[in-house]
């Protein structure tokens, strides 16, 4: 089955692999599981009671734990910084400030020729479930030399991601088996299946975490920012979000507005829609997103032999549905859904076009490694091995989603996306099965509102992002009340450090001088 994300991190979007190789295991050791805990009630999370101050993080060197050779920069340039870790304890659940605690990692990234610092510079990449500390790493290469010197880059694993107490309920073969799965929830055979899956699925992640389960959300995510800022000592906070690091901003600006610097939020998601309009809205982007692709594809070797892109598609899910395809040197077949998958990662970046089209070709000869390849980037699958992105993210989305929707809201969906998505709409559909079964207590975030931030937000928004529609951005600059808009005609998910020198120059420009785009920038493709 398909987890269809209504966001995902930019970790991929700035070229990030896995870059850490035991790195922060001094500080992580006994780091918080919370398997068998017994918190406050699960669902009693509040910010009422107020948070403990946070004394200094206590960092450690942690570069012989990095894969300096993988971050893509030259000796000289390596030279010149410095990796320190550090783990923060913070509350599982703000309301019990004293009652059970959890380690959030954090790597702070300094440059060693600051001569004039400007603070830290905390940085998300989305999901939710993807790693800040890889986002960090992986933001070397990209930042200009004019930024870095002047902050100190701070990337954290939110709670239950990568090496902060991370949510994980299923095994790497039970993953592969819940990912191919691709129930027609259309026939009641296929609607049963999906329900079940996600009922077993939901059953495994509660059974091992218990009411602990339910702490994992965005409104206690934003608290542990300002715990973080307050370990690395800075009286405000600079912020750079990707995603649904633009929720978590958001919800972090309007919870504590008089300590932001600067915040730049990029490819917002939009805080007006609810689960089923902002998934409908996403799909809508992805078959806006494919058709883009599929002009390219008519005018690029070999992409343009597939004739129609969009039908060879639909022929080639046909044909994974009768026989799911083979991959070269693995065991795993490809099903419709990892198809779909795979289509769907390709269209997050500009540049995967062209490996689209490679595995598309492949495919509509029988092999499917192309697209398997895709849909493990997709899903985070290194050796064999998942991140525990996809359980980070269900979490999370679920914990910030009211409970629902219901069977008959599911089939009408099913029925409707079919028709009006018709590459991505049916398991668009099967994917809201998880949340329906998902644990009863939980946190929906508040419309996020800061018109008195003692300086401007900046949101950017791409007016062809699938993950994101550009709505999403319009939407949260007049939410949030005291934000500029900054736009690109790009393609592809987020905008900062994807090619355009218009929109980098303005974001530098921001986060050094805090001085905004004139209202209504547009910047070229």
Request: charged share 20%; aromatic share 8%.
């Amino acid at each position: 089955m398909v987890v269809r994300s209504r966001l995902r991190g930019a970790a991929t979007a700035v070229g990030v692999a896995a870059l850490l190789a035991g790195c922060t295991a001094s500080v992580v050791e006994g780091h918080g599981d919370v398997s068998g805990s017994s918190p406050a009630p699960a669902g009693s999370s509040s910010v009422a009671v107020p948070a403990p101050s946070q004394p200094p993080a206590q960092f450690q060197d942690c570069s012989s734990g990095i894969k300096v050779d993988a971050l893509g920069l030259k000796p000289a340039q390596l030279a010149q910084l410095s990796f320190e870790c550090a783990a923060v304890s913070v509350p599982l659940d703000y309301a019990d400030p004293s009652g059970k605690h959890i380690r959030l990692v954090v790597v702070r990234i300094h440059d060693m020729t600051d001569t004039s610092p400007t603070g830290s510079l905390q940085v998300n990449p989305g999901g939710p479930g993807a790693s800040g500390v890889e986002l960090a790493l992986g933001l070397l290469s990209k930042l200009s030399d004019t930024v870095l010197p002047h902050f100190d880059l701070v990337g954290f694993d939110p709670r239950g991601v990568g090496l902060s107490s991370p949510v994980d309920c299923l095994s790497d073969a039970e993953q592969d088996r819940f990912d191919a799965a691709s129930p027609d929830i259309r026939t009641a055979a296929g609607f049963a299946r999906a329900k079940a899956l996600a009922k077993t699925y939901a059953a495994r992640c509660s059974a091992k975490y218990g009411p602990a389960l339910a702490e994992y959300d965005t409104v206690q995510a934003a608290e542990d920012m300002d715990q973080i800022r307050q370990a690395v000592g800075d009286d405000k906070l600079n912020y750079l979000g990707f995603s649904y690091g633009t929720e978590l901003g958001a919800q972090y600006i309007h919870m504590f507005p008089d300590k932001v610097r600067v915040a730049v939020l990029d490819g917002a998601v939009d805080p007006l829609y609810d689960t089923l309009t902002s998934a409908a809205k996403q799909l809508q982007g992805f078959e806006d997103a494919f058709d883009q692709f599929a002009a390219w594809c008519r005018s690029h070797d070999p992409c343009s032999t597939l004739g129609d892109p969009r039908h060879a598609v639909y022929d080639i899910v046909a044909a994974a549905r009768s026989a799911p395809l083979g991959a070269a040197g693995d065991t795993r077949r490809v099903t419709p859904a990892l198809v779909i998958t795979g289509v769907s990662e390709a269209l997050y970046s500009r540049p995967e076009w062209p490996t689209l089209g490679r595995a598309l070709v492949d495919a509509r000869s029988g092999a499917g490694t192309g697209l398997l390849d895709l849909a493990d980037r997709y899903y985070r699958r290194f050796n064999g091995h998942y991140a525990n992105l996809i359980d980070a993210f269900n979490t999370v989305s679920c914990n910030d989603s009211p409970p629902g929707p219901s069977d008959e809201t599911i089939r009408a969906t099913a029925r409707e996306w079919s028709k009006r998505y018709p590459m991505f709409g049916l398991s668009g559909a099967a994917s809201l099965f998880i949340c329906q079964q998902w644990q009863p207590h939980r946190t929906v975030p508040p419309l996020p509102s800061a018109p008195d931030t003692p300086n401007k937000v900046l949101v950017i928004g791409n007016l062809h992002d699938p993950a994101t529609p550009y709505q999403g951005a319009k939407d949260l600059t007049k939410t949030l009340g005291n934000a500029r808009l900054l736009s690109w005609d790009g393609e592809g998910h987020t905008s900062y450090l994807q090619g355009s020198s218009c929109i980098d120059d303005y974001v530098n420009a921001y986060l050094l001088q805090v001085s905004l785009p004139p209202p209504g920038t547009t910047c070229p493709r």
